[in-house]
């Protein structure tokens, strides 16, 4: 899986993304609309983890993306 594929079904996958992340907001969700950066930094300042530790969580989390996420 790969983040393009992600960033483009980014309204199918936002429930996902949640299950993860319960602490994101609604709010936080419409300023990273699909853009790993912008998930790494809000999971950065949610969870007060260092910036690599969210991209880490971030990276592993796709590895774990499914293609049955799409259907």
Same mark, same amino acid.
């Given at each position: 899986m790969n983040w393009d594929r992600?960033? *483009?079904?980014?309204?199918?996958?936002? !429930?996902?993304? #949640? =299950? $993860?992340?319960? &602490?994101?907001? %609604?709010?936080?969700?419409?300023?990273?609309?699909?853009?790993?950066?912008?998930?790494? *930094?809000?999971?950065?300042?949610?969870? !007060?983890?260092? #910036? =690599? $530790?969210?991209? &880490?969580?971030? %990276?592993?989390?796709?590895?774990?993306?499914?293609?049955?996420?799409?259907?």
């Open positions: 992600i960033e *483009g079904h980014w309204k199918q996958l936002k !429930g996902k993304v #949640r =299950e $993860e992340w319960g &602490e994101l907001t %609604d709010d936080d969700f419409d300023v990273i609309n699909g853009r790993k950066d912008q998930l790494a *930094g809000r999971i950065q300042e949610r969870y !007060g983890i260092a #910036r =690599e $530790e969210a991209e &880490e969580q971030v %990276d592993s989390w796709l590895r774990q993306a499914s293609d049955k996420w799409f259907q």
